[in-house]
């Protein structure tokens, strides 16, 4: 079980949060390369994400750091990209006949084709002024993503520890919003990150080709 949070200089008390609600990871995302902490705990397993959406700025820190996170719906940026999240907010209007949600079946096509994932944050809701609308756009990208075969994470995304909630609420929400397996959902970043950690690794050579 791993949570996704933007500490400010507050890291411990989001470790002794995530342990009192039963995570036994913890994911930690910074603006910039030179906020990562390196911080180490014998109770809980942490890593380091760089949220930014400067193709540049990306492919510097890329190999310094567990993932990318971005929160812009720019294709061109899905190949470079882990995790994308909170498109829900990047409007206040919805269309007529449908919301609008930030991802359409092209996009969600495109992350599928570039094994990204796409971030459903509990924050966004916990925060919003329009409950309501971000909770249908959330439905509907879950919906999408469960048609084209997206990879979904569930998380937080706190900016403090009061803003955390523990892995069977975050699951049992979720799920209430149509996603068929919020305990898969909730573990995808562990796997991404494993994955990226095996692609940095001297037995990786090219997408299936690697040293035994």
Avoid: W
């Avoid at 500490?7 to 036994?24: I, Q, S």
């Avoid at 400067?54 to 470079?80: A, E, G, M, T």
């Amino acid at each position: 079980m791993i949570d996704i949070v933007f500490p400010h200089k507050n890291e411990k008390r989001f470790v002794e949060t995530a342990l009192k609600l039963g995570f036994d990871k913890i994911a930690f995302v910074y603006n910039d390369i030179k906020d990562v902490k390196g911080i180490q705990s014998k109770d809980i397993d942490i890593f380091y994400g760089i949220l930014s959406n400067n193709s540049n700025k990306i492919n510097k820190v890329k190999n310094k750091v567990d993932f990318i996170i971005s929160d812009s719906n720019n294709k061109q940026l899905f190949r470079k990209i882990d995790l994308i999240f909170n498109l829900e907010n990047q409007t206040n209007r919805d269309f007529m006949h449908q919301r609008n949600s930030g991802l359409n079946h092209v996009l969600a096509k495109e992350l599928k084709q570039r094994t990204g994932l796409l971030g459903l944050s509990f924050n966004l809701i916990l925060n919003s002024k329009n409950k309501i609308a971000i909770i249908g756009r959330i439905a509907q990208n879950i919906r999408l993503c469960q048609k084209y075969k997206v990879g979904m994470i569930i998380g937080s995304f706190a900016q403090n520890p009061e803003e955390m909630r523990g892995p069977e609420d975050l699951i049992a929400f979720f799920n209430l919003l149509g996603l068929n397996n919020g305990k898969k959902a909730i573990t995808n970043l562990h796997r991404k990150i494993k994955q990226n950690h095996f692609k940095n690794s001297d037995k990786y050579v090219t997408e299936g080709v690697y040293i035994e």
